[in-house]
């Protein structure tokens, strides 16, 4: 039976095989992992969509701090109603 692969092995082969520096293929990339192809294919395409996921929220992000701080639009406020004991008057 193949090894399934960790997080950190599923990165390091869409490092070997996207990043220009190493251009490994993904039959390469399984036989270093002791892998099929296929499952080598699968962790890259996590990857990738783990990477576009990231991107989506970083650009959330600065999307919501240029309405705040650029367009000056405020988020709505969320109050909380909380009632308050006052200690002194508790009876233990």
């Known amino acids: 039976m193949k090894s ?3 997080n950190k092995q599923k990165q390091m082969a869409y490092v070997l095989n996207k990043d220009d520096d190493f251009g490994f293929s ?3 990339i399984g036989i270093l992992f002791g892998t ?3 499952t ?6 996590e990857i990738n969509h783990q990477k576009e996921v990231n991107n989506l929220k970083q650009e959330l992000a600065d999307i919501k701090k240029y309405l705040i ?3 000056k639009i405020k988020p709505k406020s969320i109050f909380i109603d909380v009632d308050v004991i006052d200690d002194d008057n508790v009876d233990t």
């Open 4 to 6: 399934k692969l960790t």
């Open 26 to 28: 993904m039959e390469k």
């Open 36 to 38: 099929s192809q296929s």
């Open 40 to 45: 080598i294919s699968n962790a890259i395409k």
């Open 69 to 71: 701080e650029e367009q």
